[in-house]
C-alpha cells in the first residue's frame, strides 16, 4: 500500500492550489480517502474524505466551501482542490486510506494508512 501525496507549494492568500495522492497497492473502488493536516505546532486532523461511491464528508467547517474532494477511479487518485486559501491553512497535507469503504464518523490520526505529506504555505 503506497499513497504518495503531491502539488503543493506556497500559494498567495486568496490563491488556488490542488493536491494529488496517488494511490498504487490497492483500489479506490475498494476503500475510502481521508485527507489530514498538520499545521505548525498543533496536531494532526481530519479536514475532508471521499468513500468509495464517491460520496464526501467535510469534517472540518473551515474548509467547507473552499476545499473539495474528488477522485479519478481510473488513475487511482484522489485529489483536493483548495481554493481561497487562507494563511492559516499552511500545514502540512496528507492523504490517509481508511480501513474500508467508508468515511470514518471521526478520522482518527492512528489509523489508517498514511504516505508521505506535501507542504503548503499560505503567505503573500
Known amino acids: 500500500v503506497q499513497l504518495q501525496a503531491s502539488g503543493g507549494g506556497l500559494v498567495q492568500p486568496g490563491g488556488s492550489l490542488r493536491l494529488s495522492c496517488a494511490a498504487s497497492?490497492?483500489?479506490?473502488?475498494?476503500?475510502?480517502i481521508v485527507w489530514f493536516r498538520q499545521a505548525p505546532g498543533k496536531e494532526r486532523e481530519g479536514i475532508t474524505c471521499?468513500?468509495?461511491?464517491?460520496?464526501?464528508?467535510d469534517y472540518e467547517d473551515s474548509v467547507k466551501g473552499r476545499f473539495t474532494i474528488s477522485r479519478d477511479v481510473d488513475k487511482n487518485t484522489v485529489y483536493l482542490q483548495m481554493n481561497s486559501v487562507k494563511p492559516e491553512d499552511t500545514a502540512i497535507y496528507y492523504c490517509?486510506?481508511?480501513?474500508?469503504?467508508?468515511?470514518?464518523?471521526?478520522?482518527?490520526?492512528?489509523?489508517?494508512?498514511w504516505g508521505q505529506g506535501t507542504l503548503v504555505t499560505v503567505s503573500s
Open positions: 490517509v486510506r481508511a480501513d474500508n469503504r467508508w468515511c470514518p464518523i471521526k478520522p482518527r490520526a492512528d489509523s489508517g494508512s
Open positions: 497497492g490497492f483500489t479506490l473502488n475498494n476503500y475510502a
Open positions: 471521499i468513500n468509495s461511491s464517491d460520496h464526501s464528508i
